[in-house]
């Protein structure tokens, strides 16, 4: 039997790893730190991040923490590179905690090794800009599975650490990675037309594994590409939510959207559910035929 799927496009943040578990004790480990350097009111330095991730409508902005009120005032007149050389216990934070918390979901490697081992075309689509999306691949160590990254574009402030674009390259082929306007975000269908385009395979060659029903299920399933709702990414622990929530980006305005798509994907049904593992996508990926155990 011909494999009945040519491209498999994948979600990344809950999909290939806990995202909200990964970011929320990571990012206020840097938080509890900065409190203890600063000796600064934490709450109002919360404040101070959800108005940076805010104004540039992105959770992850890099290195939010030099554009915070606070850190403006106690800094005030110093130079940057000064700066970041006193906050660089806080940045160490953020990546120790990193390192303990960013791990695969289970069985994400070896299926994508399998996967690509039979013949399909692997590419990640992501509404995370380019720098958090090509940092975890490669601190993952999942570069070299994917074909093409399609992700959002770069923020308009400079990374502090980049000296150069090599920064990118370093860490991803900038060749491999395409950058998506920040209209193009999910659940925009076109954007799924424009990755089969690209990768010269049809709609319904593609099949597209994501956590969300509101944006990746509703997505594929408007433009005709396979569904496939990795149903254990979507599942959220209050707590770590709620700290989300406190520094998160969302505006009235996109809580308000939120509520719209989940309203019109009430309805929406997948056409396959993966429940506790990513390696359950084989059973549907290659319909009928004997999978190899991996």
Not at 6 to 12: E, F, G, P, R
Not at 23 to 45: G, I
Not at 176 to 181: A, C, M, Q, R, V
Not at 222 to 243: M, N, P, Q, R
């Amino acid at each position: 039997m011909n494999k009945p799927f040519k491209l498999l496009i994948c979600d990344l943040d809950n999909t290939l790893y806990d995202w909200v578990t990964y970011f929320v004790p990571s990012f206020y480990a840097m938080v509890d730190k900065v409190v203890e350097l600063l000796n600064c009111d934490r709450e109002q330095l919360l404040d101070d991040f959800r108005e940076v991730h805010q104004r540039h409508h992105d959770t992850e902005h890099p290195f939010a923490l030099l554009e915070t009120h606070t850190v403006n005032e106690h800094f005030k007149g110093w130079e940057r590179k000064k700066i970041l050389a006193e906050l660089n216990p806080a940045f160490h934070a953020f990546n120790s905690a990193r390192i303990k918390h960013l791990i695969l979901h289970t069985g994400v490697r070896q299926t994508l090794e399998y996967v690509i081992q039979c013949g399909i075309k692997v590419v990640a689509h992501t509404d995370s800009q380019i720098y958090g999306a090509v940092d975890r691949l490669n601190r993952l160590n999942l570069k070299d599975y994917f074909i093409r990254v399609y992700c959002r574009v770069r923020p308009e402030t400079q990374h502090p650490n980049i000296e150069t674009e090599d920064w990118i390259n370093n860490r991803f082929p900038e060749e491999k990675i395409t950058e998506l306007s920040n209209h193009q975000m999910k659940p925009d269908p076109l954007v799924l037309e424009e990755i089969c385009k690209v990768e010269n395979v049809s709609l319904n060659e593609a099949a597209y594994v994501g956590d969300s029903i509101a944006r990746d299920i509703l997505m594929a399933k408007k433009i005709g590409v396979f569904g496939i709702w990795a149903k254990y990414g979507s599942t959220l622990h209050s707590d770590d939510y709620e700290k989300l929530v406190r520094i998160s980006h969302w505006t009235k305005e996109d809580v308000q959207r939120e509520k719209q798509l989940k309203k019109e994907a009430y309805s929406i049904q997948p056409d396959f559910i993966i429940e506790n593992s990513f390696t359950e996508i084989l059973s549907v990926l290659f319909q009928d035929e004997q999978i190899a155990v991996i």
